[in-house]
């Protein structure tokens, strides 16, 4: 049997992770929610994600049942990184030290490789974390394509999902009434921007959505929809496509847990 777990629940457990960050013990902590959501809907519409969704132009249409991405490194940065003892920090923000120990001054997890179902027609919300108080300005991970001359965290995956040997993405859906399976070789780091950063405050919850806006992964400039055939490896709008969904990830802070960003609500979001 195939295991999923979700993006949110990648994060969550990158947070776990992070409030056991070694010197971070007298900052207290709080219970951050993280949740995905593949559109402009409501935490209203929760209830019907793991469905499908439909796009249309007027003239095609497209619906997409299954959504699968492979991940890897995720991590959450620290907006208000303290400067570590014996590290000199430079204007990139990265650390040196005389033991070599420094760098980006980030709360890590080496996730994965990990297969993501993404949760079609809503919002998924299931995991919440105690992390440490503190502003965190970015959500950085890594969309992964397998290599069977890869590392041994790579091997071990390929012998539990064989068929995601040297991709790293999976649609399923139908276009104009067609069945289509598209995959991807897309081999990525993202950096998802808190605009503003999110702050989480000692011992009040907090919640933050990843929104990917699966509308647009598979239309031209002008707006129309194009097969995904035509974004096959090596065919006319494989660049299109691939520039797509690098574009259609975005994270903010949700407190009222509406699936909408709070600061562009013009609130705090709180309850």
């Known amino acids: 049997m195939r295991t999923y777990v ?26 951050v929610s993280l949740a995905l959501s593949t559109g ?41 990184a303290a400067e570590p003892a014996g590290c000199a920090m430079s204007t990139s923000g990265i650390t040196a030290s005389d033991d070599g120990e420094c760098g980006e001054q980030n709360d890590e997890l080496e996730a994965g490789p990990v297969l993501v179902a993404l949760p079609l027609g809503g919002i998924e ?9 503190g502003s965190f ?19 071990d995956f390929l012998k539990a999902h064989p068929d995601f040997a040297g991709i790293s993405i999976r649609v399923k859906g139908t276009f104009d009434g067609a069945d289509f399976t598209y995959t991807s070789d897309l081999d990525v780091e993202q950096e998802l921007k808190f605009e503003p950063p999110v702050v989480v405050e000692a011992g009040k919850p907090a919640s933050v959505t990843i929104k990917v806006d699966l509308d647009g992964w598979f239309r031209n400039g002008g707006g129309t ?3 995904p055939a035509t974004a096959a490896t090596g065919a006319e709008n494989e660049n299109l496509v691939r520039d797509n969904i690098v574009r259609s990830f ?15 609500e013009g609130h705090d979001g709180g309850h």
């Open 6 to 31: 979700t993006l949110s629940g990648v994060i969550a457990t990158t947070l776990a992770v992070a409030a056991c960050t070694e010197g971070i013990g007298s900052r207290g902590r709080a219970p």
């Open 40 to 80: 402009g809907a409501t935490a209203a519409a929760a209830a019907q994600a793991g469905g499908s969704e439909t796009f249309t132009d007027g003239t095609n249409t497209l619906v997409i049942s299954s959504v699968e991405v492979v991940l890897r490194k995720v991590e959450l940065k620290r907006a208000d």
């Open 125 to 133: 919300r299931t995991f919440t974390a105690d992390v440490p108080a």
């Open 137 to 155: 300005d970015a959500l950085e991970f890594q969309i992964h394509k397998l290599s069977s001359d890869g590392d041994a965290a790579d091997q």
């Open 225 to 227: 929809l194009v097969a």
């Open 250 to 264: 975005h994270a903010f802070q949700d407190n009222d847990e509406d699936g909408m960003d709070d600061e562009h």
